[in-house]
């Protein structure tokens, strides 16, 4: 059992009250008709699945039944922050490569060396998209 920090209710709560609804960040062509099949289909199927930092969309279900962001290290499961609909995350795989660059390698709470995170910060800048 763990616990999630809702922005909305403004504390942790159980992780059985919440659900994961996917990628976050992902926003709807403002004129479908003008996209090609593979941009339609890139926003209707495709996701990211990075190693490393990914931001989520989770729903507060069983709570105050409110969408909210989840910024998640998919190594290590650790949630890095979260934030409201609308709100931009602060954490991202840009942010924490230059924040290791510049600290040299960054080791997180368990002890555990976080080697994966500058590697999908190059490769997974999607990851990020707004
Ligand atoms: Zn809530």
């Given at each position: 059992?763990?616990?999630?920090?809702?922005?909305?209710?403004?504390?942790?709560r159980e992780e059985e009250e919440f659900h994961p609804?996917?990628?976050?960040?992902?926003?709807?062509?403002?004129?479908?008709?003008?996209?090609?099949?593979?941009?339609?289909?890139?926003?209707l199927f495709f996701r990211d699945n990075p190693r490393?930092?990914?931001?989520?969309?989770?729903?507060?279900?069983?709570?105050?039944?409110?969408?909210?962001?989840?910024?998640?290290?998919?190594?290590?499961?650790?949630?890095?922050?979260?934030?409201?609909?609308?709100?931009?995350?602060?954490?991202?795989?840009?942010?924490?490569?230059?924040?290791?660059?510049?600290?040299?390698?960054?080791?997180?709470?368990?002890?555990?060396?976080?080697?994966?995170?500058?590697?999908?910060?190059?490769?997974?800048?999607?990851?990020?998209?707004?």
């Amino acid at each position: 059992m763990f616990y999630i920090h809702c922005p909305y209710c403004g504390e942790h709560r159980e992780e059985e009250e919440f659900h994961p609804k996917g990628q976050a960040h992902i926003a709807r062509p403002a004129d479908p008709a003008a996209c090609s099949d593979e941009e339609w289909g890139d926003y209707l199927f495709f996701r990211d699945n990075p190693r490393g930092i990914h931001h989520e969309l989770w729903v507060h279900a069983v709570g105050c039944r409110k969408f909210f962001n989840i910024t998640r290290h998919t190594v290590t499961y650790e949630i890095l922050e979260t934030y409201r609909m609308g709100e931009q995350p602060t954490i991202t795989a840009e942010s924490l490569a230059r924040a290791e660059k510049s600290a040299g390698v960054q080791v997180a709470n368990g002890g555990q060396q976080t080697v994966g995170a500058s590697d999908s910060a190059v490769k997974d800048s999607k990851g990020a998209k707004v």
